[in-house]
């Protein structure tokens, strides 16, 4: 009992030192460094348990047509180029000037199974430049929502 409350004085010293640092300004909010490697060790493995607790387990409903893949290749040119590179195949100076620096997805594409993207690309990654995508791409992820650009607009919803 005694331990248990020992444990817990030291966690609330740890919370109420960790806040007052942040307070007094210790801690960096500069964007333009590269993130320590054990933060990016921690980061990546969180960011993975917590997408195999919480993604569903959805493959993608878009068949890859040349159709579909032409529409794709024009959603990802005007809403993901700008931080994931392009087909120039140069990384992104915007993209690597962020905190932590987005992928190159082109240069270096993922490896990881469909529902994890689309998990990652519709609910967005926190504490990073990776937007949601939900409210800006309609359901389905393919086709852009009619407010977003008034360009031809392809509803998806029909090929599934
Ligand atoms: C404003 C910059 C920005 C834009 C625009 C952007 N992303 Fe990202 N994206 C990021 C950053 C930063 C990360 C890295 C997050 C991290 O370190 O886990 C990321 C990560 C990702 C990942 C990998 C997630 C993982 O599990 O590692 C995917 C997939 C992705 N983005 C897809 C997209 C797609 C598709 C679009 C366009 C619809 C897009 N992104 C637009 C900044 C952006």
Not at 93 to 102: A, C, D, E, R
Not at 106 to 130: K, N, Q
């Amino acid at each position: 009992m005694r331990f248990l409350l020992g444990g817990v004085v030291v966690v609330v010293i740890l919370v109420i030192v960790g806040v007052g640092f942040a307070l007094l300004g210790f801690f960096p909010t500069n964007a333009n460094s590269t993130p320590p490697r054990f933060e990016q060790q921690i980061a990546t493995a969180a960011l993975d348990a917590s997408m195999e607790r919480r993604a569903p387990r959805l493959n993608n409903p878009i068949p890859p047509t040349d159709e579909n893949l032409i529409e794709g290749l024009k959603i990802y040119t005007m809403n993901c180029a700008l931080c994931h590179g392009g087909l120039d195949r140069q990384p992104s100076v915007l993209g690597k000037s962020l905190y932590p620096p987005s992928p190159s997805l082109i240069l270096d594409p993922l490896d990881d199974p469909e529902w994890h993207v689309f998990y990652a690309v519709r609910t967005g990654v926190r504490y990073t430049g990776m937007p949601s995508w939900e409210k800006v791409l309609s359901e389905g992820v393919a086709a852009p929502s009619e407010g977003e650009s008034g360009h031809e607009h392809h509803d998806h919803a029909n090929h599934k």
